[in-house]
């Protein structure tokens, strides 16, 4: 089955950019989705087909997608940023297609 | 304005079946391309995901949980119905449903439901 590997945990000052990577064999080749997730809240998409963002969502997130490596990028990041973050593929590579999710991400901002 | 309750109960017994129900507005199931699917999180985890039915009634499943799993709606009462057999401990989580988009991305989540596993 397809694995998405995302590191556990990611910290930036405020003001900076946070940088949150999302691997996969060839995930070039696929749709890839990010979702924020604060505590107690359902996820809420912010990236979706690699690089758009919903409406309502700010320019400060963008996202990224080649190779092996997809990366959502937060610019500018603020307090109100902390949270978990998520990567999300349809894998139709296998016999059994299906969403992957990552492991998720912690961004703390210090 | 599209969105998505989640309900049923709240605590299951290890072995029982649980049925959970996703009542939802402001999208019809039945408009081509639409989907509604099951996500959960388990206390501290990340997600998983679960099922996924179209508006076609095509249904896709996890693989490590398929046989364990039931995907169905009832386009009349814009509900989608997720059974789950054999429940265990490790089941507790809270359960999300969500709209998909055309590239699989699920754009509007219901608020979760946390189910418990305990005798």
């Not at chain 1, 556990?8 to 070039?28: D, F, K």
């Not at chain 1, 959502?72 to 894998?91: F, H, K, N």
Request: glycine residues 10%.
């Amino acid at each position: 089955s397809y694995v998405l590997t995302q590191p556990p945990s990611v910290s930036v000052a405020p003001g900076q950019t946070a940088r949150i990577t999302c691997g996969g064999n060839n995930i070039g080749s696929k749709s890839v989705h990010w979702y924020q997730q604060k505590p107690g809240q359902a996820p809420v998409l912010v990236v979706y087909d690699d690089s758009d963002r919903p409406s309502g969502i700010p320019e400060r997130f963008s996202g990224s997608n080649s190779g092996n490596t997809a990366t959502l990028t937060i610019s500018r990041v603020e307090a109100g940023d902390e949270a978990d973050y998520y990567c999300q593929v349809w894998d139709s590579s296998s016999d059994h297609p299906g969403v992957v999710f990552g492991g998720g991400t912690k961004l703390t901002v210090l | 304005q599209i969105t998505l309750k989640e309900s049923g109960p709240t605590l299951v017994k290890p072995t029982q079946t649980l049925t959970l129900t996703c009542t939802f507005s402001g999208f019809s199931l039945s408009t081509s391309g639409v989907g509604v699917g099951w996500i959960r999180q388990p206390p501290g985890k990340a997600l998983e995901w679960l099922a996924l039915i179209y508006w076609n009634d095509d249904k896709r499943y996890s693989p490590s949980l398929k046989s364990r799993l039931t995907i169905t709606k009832d386009t009349s009462k814009n509900q989608v119905v997720l059974t789950m057999t054999n429940m265990d401990p490790v089941d507790t989580a809270t359960y999300y449903c969500a709209r998909t988009g055309a590239t699989w991305d699920f754009q509007h989540w219901g608020q979760g439901t946390l189910v418990t596993v305990s005798s």
